[in-house]
């Protein structure tokens, strides 16, 4: 696994409105280092610097939590394409999660790529 230090966001400028970082917590539990501006519209609120209880979403919040911790657990990146409804409103999205360790054993950070394609005029 590489080092959160050898992943910079802001190089990923093309895809950096898409981006979470995760940091791994004790439990485990999840605190979003960075949240990327698509997600903020489409989850309804900011939650850098939150942990991922913040999210007001009950649905949504298990849904994130079990990937998150499946790839904690496994230390192996996970990739999906699926449908999650929101606010009533159902979106087609696809994801890749990426652990990220400073020791190379334990996952520290968890590097999302979240792409919604529908809901907000995207093909």
Aim: hydrophobic letters at 40%; a neutral charge; aromatic letters at 8%.
């Amino acid at each position: 696994m590489p080092s959160r230090p050898n992943i910079d966001p802001l190089g990923m400028g093309f895809i950096l409105g898409y981006l979470f970082l995760f940091d791994v917590l004790q439990g485990p539990r999840f605190r979003i280092r960075l949240q990327g501006s698509e997600h903020t519209w489409w989850v309804g609120q900011e939650l850098t610097g939150h942990q991922l209880d913040a999210l007001t979403q009950p649905e949504l919040r298990a849904h994130a939590f079990a990937r998150l911790a499946a790839v904690v657990a496994t230390r192996r990146p996970l990739h999906w394409i699926g449908d999650h409804g929101l606010d009533g409103v159902r979106r087609h999205y696809e994801a890749l999660l990426l652990p990220l360790s400073s020791s190379g054993e334990g996952v520290d950070v968890v590097l999302a790529g979240i792409r919604c394609c529908s809901g907000r005029g995207v093909p």
